[in-house]
């Protein structure tokens, strides 16, 4: 079997390449590539081209939240550059009745009371209500999510606002494909990941336990052992997506 290619790491809403760091030291044999988060990009396509710059020619992809909604925007781009696909606590659903308005009411707050506040509202749903209270475990994340500050917020919710309808893509997703999820996440339920996974030909779906929606933080051990394994799996020879057809 031929080596696998390179891993991408595409992170999610306000979050960058610190939310990857344990699979980065994790899967250090992968040579693994976080994207520093998407500056100044304004749609999921925009994130998309910014994640392909910093990409090898060739490489397995895994994307966490926003951050698999870009994956597929990738998939959709370049589907002959990527070898493996990983989807992480993500959604294809179009925006619902009134995500709009809660999503500029939160901007609202980060703009008239700063980015910690927005942050304080924002950030404590998308972990298990077990570390919530935690403020060593919190203290790293809320740091993370507000580093942007307010304008990176503006720019990423006009792009999931305004975000592209993946569905039609997914049946023809033919590489190795990995869909995981939190077992307790309350942003992206286990029930919403199963459809994807079921939408996607063969795809592999794992479950963290003990996990809330910021997977890769909550559960390390469990998420870079789901990544090495759809890794190291074998797979289908090149072309390995038929997005594009």
């Known amino acids: 079997m031929s080596e696998p290619a390179p891993l991408l790491l595409l992170p999610g809403l306000i979050c960058d390449d610190r ?103 924002w950030l404590p749903p998308m972990v298990h209500p077990d570390r919530r209270g935690d403020a060593a475990f919190m203290a790293p994340l809320r740091a993370m999510a507000a580093a942007g500050g307010a304008e990176r917020y503006a720019d990423q919710i006009t792009a999931m606002i305004d975000r592209p309808d993946p569905l039609p893509l997914l049946p023809l997703i033919h590489c190795p494909t990995l869909i995981g999820v939190g077992r307790q996440d309350e942003w992206s339920p286990v029930a919403q990941n199963r459809e994807i996974a079921a939408a996607i030909k063969s795809a592999d779906f794992a479950i963290f336990e003990d996990c809330g929606h910021m997977a890769p933080v909550e559960a390390p051990d469990q998420v870079s052992a789901a990544l090495r394994r759809w890794l190291e799996a074998a797979g289908p020879g090149p072309p390995r997506s038929r997005a594009a057809d």
């Open 19 to 121: 939310l990857w760091a344990a699979q980065v030291e994790a899967l250090a044999d992968h040579d693994p590539v976080a994207v520093p988060g998407y500056p100044g990009a304004r749609s999921l396509a925009a994130m998309a081209e910014q994640s392909l710059a910093l990409a090898p020619p060739t490489f397995s992809l895994a994307g966490h939240s926003m951050g698999g909604r870009v994956a597929l925007e990738i998939l959709r781009m370049a589907p002959e550059r990527v070898e493996r696909l990983a989807l992480l606590d993500t959604g294809v659903h179009p925006p619902s009745e009134g995500e709009a308005a809660k999503r500029r009411a939160l901007l609202e707050v980060a703009r008239t009371q700063g980015i910690e506040a927005m942050v304080d509202l």
